[in-house]
Antibody
Framework: QVQLKESGPGLVQPSETLSLTCTVS????????VSWVRQPSGKGPEWMGR???????AYNSALKSRLSISRDTSKNQVFLKMNSLQTDDTGTYYC??????????????????WGQGTLVTVSS | DIQMTQSPASLSASPEEIVTITCQAS??????LAWYQQKPGKSPQLLIY???SLADGIPSRFSGSRSGTQYSLKISRLQVEDTGIYYC?????????FGGGTKLELK
């Protein structure tokens, strides 16, 4: 059974660093890519970055200067670190597994399995 | 970045009605579009991928279509459990971007 679960502090002070962990089960991080997606309350989601199955990373250019994604395959965990947090970084943070879907010439990955999300509030 | 503009922002419809939600891409994205449903307090669920393909386990009353850079999600015979917020997502180029969402309520 595929599961992803986010964990981390619910409250972060402005200008501080956010550290989140995504613990997965039911699959291997060396076979599937995992992305981080965040969602401010009442707004659409925002893709933050990706840990590819081969260990490479990709970031949203808007966040790249502040964001780092890493993993520990032995612990089945993917990590997110983002520094210089501000109040507009408040929202629910999700990790999501990307699955490959075949569709004629449009074969590719889509966000298929999601964690329950963890609410992060940036406030003093 | 590619902008995805969804409309309407909200709508209310009766059970058994047909509803259509649209997403306009700011440039050509081919069929690199998906639709997600999100219920209150829950994570998004994949409904449609590659613009027109139905995800596993999703009822056939959901369908997707494309006309140029405009994409549509159609729900035929609306059911009570279809309430929620619907988002489109493009993966044509990085960063992948979502639409702003359409909140669907039942009368």
């Amino acid at each position: 059974q595929v599961q992803l679960k986010e964990s981390g502090p619910g409250l972060v002070q402005p200008s501080e660093t956010l550290s989140l962990t995504c613990t997965v089960s039911g699959f291997s991080l060396t076979s599937y890519s995992v992305s981080w997606v965040r969602q401010p309350s009442g707004k659409g989601p925002e893709w933050m970055g990706r840990m590819w199955y081969d260990g490479d990373t990709a970031y949203n250019s808007a966040l790249k200067s502040r964001l780092s994604i890493s993993r520990d395959t032995s612990k089945n965990q993917v990590f997110l670190k983002m520094n210089s947090l501000q109040t507009d970084d408040t929202g629910t943070y999700y990790c999501t597994r990307e699955d490959y879907y075949s569709s004629y010439i449009y074969d590719g990955n889509w966000f298929a399995y999601w964690g329950q999300g963890t609410l992060v509030t940036v406030s003093s | 970045d590619i902008q995805m503009t969804q409309s309407p922002a909200s709508l209310s419809a009766s059970p058994e009605e047909i509803v259509t939600i649209t997403c306009q891409a700011s440039q050509d994205i081919g069929n690199w579009l998906a639709w997600y449903q999100q219920k209150p307090g829950k994570s998004p669920q994949l409904l449609i991928y590659s613009a027109t393909s139905l995800a596993d386990g999703i009822p056939s009353r959901f369908s997707g279509s494309r006309s140029g850079t405009q994409y549509s999600l159609k729900i035929s015979r609306l059911q009570v459990e279809d309430t929620g917020i619907y988002y489109c997502l493009q993966r044509y180029s990085n960063p992948w971007t979502f639409g702003g969402g359409t909140k669907l309520e039942l009368k």
